[in-house]
């Protein structure tokens, strides 16, 4: 216990060993989080504190569930798709937000400092990603509703710290974890594979590659994983590999991009449908309206090579970055 405190602390302290419910608790957490001096000597116990309030956080929305409460974690979806930030303690999950989008979350050198997930839009060429940073996982904890998030995810990050000795073991603990809640991060989910478990693409991000033996740390990632898990290697706070990690996003997402053009005019640049890999003409035509697809008599196509205004289809296949032209 740092013996620094001041007074103030034990008296709130002591409010705390009178409070009952989780409602009562919290508020006075924060207080003693607020009135501790933040240095070096009292990481711990902030940690502590946090950690104590996120548990009890979980454990009120618990009751209120069981009361039948209609309050939810779900993130509404904006943009092409929702990329969630998973990960150990302090691996870099919010500097990582950070840098990609212009939110601007908690950052702190000590474990737990997220206790809500917050939400940032990363642009990416012609289109927005949705990233969604989440409170740390443990061995210990995991805020209850994080594998719902996780299972309405697009595409998982799980991060992990190539600056710590233990990151193996702090990796096998978020999936062991998940695997609890019957989910399995996986590199591609077949058609036709059938599996009791939610399987979600995931790419391992192995952060602060700027810290001593951050390479040797990657070597052992890929010799554990390389065969099972897409893996790239960054440092959130250096910049370093975030462009390319944006691609990976990308092309992990399994999306593509489809341009459309009213006929006579030029093609509209802006706000691209975004479709899923290996969708047809047919598709395309659908996600503009419903009745669409059945209205339609030709549909013309153009690309970097083959076509040029040419009919085509309605099964004919698209392609990132395809221009098509409905005739209704
Ligand atoms: N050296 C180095 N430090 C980093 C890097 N990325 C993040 N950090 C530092 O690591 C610490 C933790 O970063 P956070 O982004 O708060 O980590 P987090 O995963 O969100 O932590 P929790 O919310 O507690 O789970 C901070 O001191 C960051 O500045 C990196 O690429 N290199
Ligand atoms: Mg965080």
Do not use: C
């Amino acid at each position: 216990m740092p013996t620094n405190l001041p007074p103030q602390y034990y008296r709130v302290e002591e409010r705390l060993r009178q409070a009952g419910s989780p409602q009562e608790k919290i508020p006075i957490l924060r207080e003693m989080l607020a009135i501790m001096p933040k240095h070096k000597g009292t990481d711990k116990l902030q940690a502590d504190l946090r950690a104590k309030i996120s548990r009890l956080r979980s454990e009120a929305l618990k009751r209120k569930q069981t009361g039948k409460s209609t309050y939810s974690h779900h993130i509404s979806k904006q943009g092409a798709a929702q990329v969630v930030l998973i990960g150990s303690p302090n691996v870099g999950k919010s500097e990582l937000l950070a840098k990609l989008t212009r939110a601007n979350p908690e950052i702190a050198s000590y474990p737990f400092s997220t206790t809500e997930p917050q939400v940032g839009i990363m642009p990416y060429e012609d289109i927005k990603i949705q990233m969604v940073d989440t409170p740390p996982v443990s061995e210990e904890f995991i805020e209850p509703y994080l594998p719902e998030i996780i299972k309405e995810a697009d595409l998982i990050l799980l991060m992990a710290d190539l600056g710590e000795e233990t990151v193996l073991e702090r990796i096998d603990e978020v999936i062991q974890k998940l695997s609890y809640f019957k989910i399995k991060l996986v590199r591609e989910i077949s058609e036709e594979e059938t599996s009791p478990l939610t399987l979600k693409k995931v790419i391992l991000v192995g952060n602060k590659n700027d810290r001593p033996d951050g390479e040797e740390r990657l070597r052992i990632l890929e010799e554990f994983y390389g065969e099972k898990l897409p893996l790239i290697s960054i440092s959130a706070r250096e910049n370093r590999g975030l462009e390319e990690l944006k691609k990976q996003i990308f092309k992990q997402l399994g999306i593509i991009r489809v341009y459309t053009k009213v006929p006579g005019k030029p093609v509209e640049l802006k706000n691209p449908l975004v479709l899923k890999k290996g969708s047809l003409i047919t598709d395309a035509a659908r996600a503009i309206h419903k009745d669409f697809a059945s209205r339609l008599r030709y549909t013309r196509m153009w690309d970097s090579n083959e076509f040029n205004g040419q009919k085509v289809e309605k099964d004919h296949p698209l392609k990132d970055r395809d221009i098509v032209e409905f005739h209704i």
